[in-house]
């Protein structure tokens, strides 16, 4: 355990018990305040009501320090063996502050966010790359989104977001409470609990020490994955129902035997060969705000029947506009029906998306959709692989180099991505397009 620190020297026994076990889980150093982001929640019947929701950073972009030292940090790799030999003592040793929004770039207002890649520190830009989640009306616990035969619509403005740059919206199987217990009190009030397809090995998982070099997987579905030159949406699927570990030592977490499948069976609109579909002054113009709508279909309309289809659409000059059906893939083109310019199982087969297949497929994605999915909102660029795998090649219309960081932080600094009137629900009914536009329904 921690010395105990001097201001607490002097107070009385049972007074030193409960500052301890609240000080060296949850700080006081710094308060957490978050910042307020409303949604909607559309039916049927009841139209779309405003939800008084707002948003939270992950844990591992705050202050996690010794609780006797805040120049000391907790999240490190490897694990500081003094202060986190066991999950217990981590937990007594450890303390997660709150964090000011404004220096991660952060900005919301009413229902928007507004995400920034670099802030100025007086002399330099420096990376913040926001990660948000979406925490419900009581501040305390995630908002799960279950959206089988739903949909989900947002407003977007990528028109800062060159190549290189991810302004991403998707969804993540994490526990709602952002695994709280006794060992980590703070739970999704300070972001703990993130998980995704990845598998990623981090320091913390669920609020604890990653002792053993696991990897925290999950279920993800990405609605959005962007900048203004390309975009792609990809349904990820794993082994499991909600959070849970992977073990490396036994190829668990690996890509092609592994519990999740990394790659997905995704569409990206340039890379099927339509590359005059969505850019700036195109079909879709990302030089402007533009609503994107995501739906979830079964095959009978309910929620007693599997996912047999994702299909995207755009609104943009109270037009609406289907994702597009045009595509040079050979396979694609000849499949049984036709090619709709949506996700379904023949596409993903046609597509040789074997692990998705392997592990659930449409009808797996649409169980977690079913039970319910954590929104999160993230703004990032890579620089290993300059996020080529987007927008570069036969992916998009960026060269080689083009999302390097070095040069997006060097010539465009102020790169920023504006989610805004975020809305789920009933498939038509976040937005006045339903009767004649909506045949299938």
């Given at each position: 355990?921690?010395?105990?620190?001097k201001f607490a020297?002097?107070?009385?026994?049972?007074?030193?018990?409960?500052?301890?076990?609240?000080a060296?889980?949850?700080?006081?150093?710094?308060p957490?305040?978050?910042?307020?982001?409303?949604?909607q929640?559309?039916?049927?019947s009841?139209g779309?009501v405003?939800?008084?929701?707002?948003?939270?950073?992950?844990a591992?972009?705050?202050?996690?320090?010794?609780?006797?030292?805040?120049?000391?940090?907790?999240?490190?790799t490897?694990?500081?063996?003094?202060?986190?030999?066991?999950?217990?003592?981590?937990?007594?040793?450890?303390v997660?502050?709150?964090?000011?929004?404004g220096s991660?770039?952060?900005?919301?207002?009413?229902s928007?966010?507004?995400?920034?890649?670099?802030?100025?520190?007086?002399?330099?830009?420096?990376?913040?790359s926001?990660?948000?989640?979406?925490l419900a009306?009581n501040?305390?616990?995630?908002?799960?989104?279950k959206?089988?035969?739903?949909?989900?619509?947002?407003?977007?403005?990528v028109?800062?977001?060159?190549?290189?740059?991810?302004?991403?919206?998707?969804?993540s199987?994490?526990?709602?409470?952002g695994?709280?217990?006794?060992?980590?009190?703070?739970?999704a009030?300070?972001?703990?609990?993130?998980?995704?397809?990845?598998?990623?090995?981090?320091?913390f998982?669920?609020?604890?020490?990653?002792l053993?070099?696991?990897?925290?997987?999950?279920n993800?579905?990405?609605?959005?994955?962007?900048?203004?030159?390309?975009?792609?949406y990809?349904?990820?699927?794993?082994s499991?129902?909600g959070?849970?570990?992977?073990?490396p030592?036994?190829?668990?977490?690996?890509?092609t035997?592994?519990?999740?499948?990394?790659?997905?069976?995704g569409?990206?609109?340039?890379g099927l060969?339509?590359?005059?579909?969505?850019?700036?002054?195109?079909?879709?113009?990302?030089s402007?705000?533009?609503?994107?709508?995501?739906?979830?279909?079964t095959?009978?309309?309910t929620?007693?029947?599997?996912?047999?289809?994702i299909?995207?659409?755009y609104?943009?000059d109270?037009?609406?506009?289907?994702?597009?059906a045009?595509?040079t893939n050979?396979?694609?083109?000849?499949?049984?029906?036709?090619?709709?310019?949506?996700?379904?199982?023949?596409y993903?087969?046609?597509?040789?998306?074997?692990?998705?297949?392997?592990?659930?497929?449409?009808?797996g994605?649409?169980?977690?959709?079913?039970?319910?999915?954590?929104?999160?909102?993230?703004l990032?660029?890579?620089?290993?692989?300059?996020?080529?795998?987007?927008?570069?090649?036969?992916?998009?219309p960026?060269?080689?180099?083009?999302?390097?960081p070095?040069?997006?932080?060097?010539?465009s600094?102020?790169?920023?991505?504006?989610?805004?009137?975020?809305?789920?629900?009933?498939v038509?009914?976040?937005?006045?397009?339903?009767?004649?536009?909506?045949?299938?329904?």
């Amino acid at each position: 355990m921690a010395p105990i620190p001097k201001f607490a020297a002097a107070l009385p026994p049972f007074l030193l018990a409960i500052t301890l076990a609240a000080a060296q889980r949850i700080g006081t150093a710094i308060p957490e305040v978050h910042p307020k982001m409303a949604t909607q929640l559309c039916t049927t019947s009841g139209g779309c009501v405003t939800r008084q929701t707002s948003l939270v950073t992950d844990a591992l972009s705050r202050p996690f320090h010794a609780a006797d030292n805040m120049a000391v940090p907790c999240a490190t790799t490897p694990l500081n063996a003094t202060l986190c030999p066991d999950a217990a003592t981590c937990a007594q040793n450890c303390v997660l502050e709150g964090v000011e929004y404004g220096s991660i770039g952060v900005l919301t207002a009413g229902s928007a966010v507004t995400l920034r890649q670099y802030l100025f520190d007086g002399s330099e830009f420096k990376s913040v790359s926001p990660r948000l989640y979406l925490l419900a009306e009581n501040d305390k616990n995630y908002e799960p989104l279950k959206l089988l035969n739903q949909e989900l619509t947002f407003d977007v403005d990528v028109s800062k977001l060159g190549c290189g740059m991810n302004g991403a919206l998707y969804l993540s199987e994490m526990d709602v409470s952002g695994a709280r217990s006794d060992l980590n009190p703070a739970g999704a009030q300070y972001g703990t609990g993130y998980c995704d397809a990845q598998c990623f090995t981090v320091p913390f998982i669920n609020g604890l020490p990653n002792l053993n070099s696991s990897g925290s997987c999950c279920n993800e579905m990405d609605i959005w994955e962007a900048n203004s030159q390309a975009t792609a949406y990809t349904p990820h699927t794993c082994s499991s129902p909600g959070s849970f570990l992977c073990d490396p030592a036994a190829g668990a977490c690996n890509k092609t035997t592994g519990v999740c499948d990394k790659d997905g069976c995704g569409i990206n609109a340039f890379g099927l060969g339509a590359t005059s579909f969505y850019g700036p002054g195109l079909t879709v113009d990302t030089s402007r705000p533009f609503t994107v709508i995501t739906q979830f279909l079964t095959a009978d309309n309910t929620t007693s029947t599997p996912l047999i289809e994702i299909r995207r659409l755009y609104l943009q000059d109270n037009k609406l506009i289907p994702n597009t059906a045009t595509t040079t893939n050979a396979a694609i083109q000849t499949l049984p029906g036709g090619f709709a310019g949506a996700i379904t199982q023949d596409y993903c087969a046609a597509r040789g998306a074997k692990d998705f297949t392997r592990l659930g497929g449409l009808e797996g994605m649409g169980q977690s959709l079913a039970r319910g999915m954590v929104l999160v909102f993230s703004l990032w660029n890579s620089p290993g692989d300059f996020m080529s795998w987007l927008d570069g090649g036969s992916n998009g219309p960026c060269n080689a180099t083009a999302g390097d960081p070095r040069d997006i932080v060097r010539m465009s600094p102020e790169v920023s991505v504006t989610f805004s009137n975020v809305r789920w629900g009933d498939v038509g009914v976040g937005h006045s397009f339903v009767g004649w536009l909506y045949p299938w329904l």
